[in-house]
């Protein structure tokens, strides 16, 4: 059925937009306090194959095990497709090999999580240890779809190296600070679930009240790293030659948008005290933050990792890149 890198391209933005709805119920699940949904059983729903009881936990709970079943099984199709349709040492299949090993880690999480009973009302550190990994990794197996996409097919990256060369450790490492703000995001938002508040000036006390829950007084960390690596990659954007270069400038300038609609969010989010519908809105636009910027650091990888080969060439000219293979 995948016999071409185009049909394979589209696998892989399939593969990562489902990934993406995998991600958000799951929030659901984490909000509704449904994790217990199915028991203390795994895979089993109550030591049943299929949800035989009518609770909406279970109900719940069994369509996110569902759901996530069924990304395993694309994934190892997408690994296949990457295997039919290229050849050895392709970026392609790198990446596709990288995404079966990271989905597997995040069904491990997954079950680890519910047969250490770490759902419902558990508050313990090593749940909101749990729920912080389990976020970091979402969001790396979302990079590695992307990056099969992104692989998929040679791209024309114009793109100055010397800038290239210069950008492409500043994004790396903003990237990692991003997978840590994201997880003290997911930690805050299990503490908002647990321990709720019904008034803005009661929260705000309680996120300094040495009296309550640590989940509680994280509440303040989450908010200034998130402002911060926020900061941190408008500055490099609008301070490299991103918005100048036509290959580079469309995932650059959405990367900006997608900043201040995720700033935006978050301050609405905490005014309103964290309803479900804004933790979901927020969630969704940091996925697609993560995406845009994982797809900038790859053009600009493919820029410093391919111009020694290419410049000199006529078909490319001085100080441009094709992707051949992918990044390395």
């Not at 690994?79 to 990271?102: D, E, I, N, Q």
């Not at 099969?148 to 040679?154: G, M, R, T, V």
């Not at 490099?236 to 270069?245: M, P, Y």
Request: net charge neutral; glycine share 8%.
């Amino acid at each position: 059925m995948f016999r071409s890198a185009r049909a394979f391209e589209r696998l892989a933005w399939a593969v990562l937009t489902y990934g993406v709805l995998v991600i958000m119920w799951g929030a659901v699940v984490r909000a509704t306090g449904s994790g217990a949904g199915c028991g203390a059983h795994w895979p089993l729903c109550d030591g049943d194959t299929i949800a035989m009881a009518p609770r909406l936990a279970t109900i719940i709970e069994f369509v996110h095990r569902s759901t996530s079943g069924i990304m395993v099984l694309l994934t190892v199709a997408l690994l296949a497709a990457a295997f039919r349709v290229f050849p050895a040492g392709h970026a392609a299949r790198r990446a596709a090999v990288w995404s079966t090993v990271f989905v597997l880690i995040e069904a491990a999480i997954g079950a680890a999580i519910v047969l250490l009973q770490l759902v419902e009302n558990n508050h313990s550190a090593l749940r909101a240890g749990y729920i912080a990994v389990h976020l970091m990794n979402t969001l790396v197996l979302l990079g590695m779809y992307t990056w099969a996409a992104f692989a998929s097919k040679p791209r024309a990256v114009a793109w100055t190296p010397a800038d290239a060369e210069r950008r492409e450790p500043w994004v790396r490492a903003g990237l990692a600070v991003m997978l840590l703000a994201s997880a003290t995001g997911a930690v805050v938002a299990l503490g908002d679930t647990l321990f709720p508040q019904n008034a803005l000036a009661a929260g705000f006390a309680a996120d300094f009240d040495a009296t309550t829950h640590i989940l509680t007084r994280l509440r303040t960390l989450h908010p200034l790293l998130a402002v911060g690596i926020s900061l941190y990659f408008m500055t490099v954007i609008t301070q490299s030659e991103a918005l100048d270069e036509p290959s580079i400038q469309t995932s650059a300038r959405l990367a900006l948008w997608l900043i201040l609609a995720d700033i935006a969010l978050g301050i609405v989010n905490i005014l309103a005290l964290a309803p479900l519908s804004l933790q979901m809105a927020h969630l969704l636009v940091t996925n697609a933050l993560w995406i845009a910027l994982v797809w900038m650091w790859l053009l600009i990888r493919a820029a410093t990792h391919d111009a020694g080969e290419t410049q000199g060439q006529d078909s490319a000219g001085p100080g441009k890149a094709e992707l051949k293979l992918g990044p390395t």
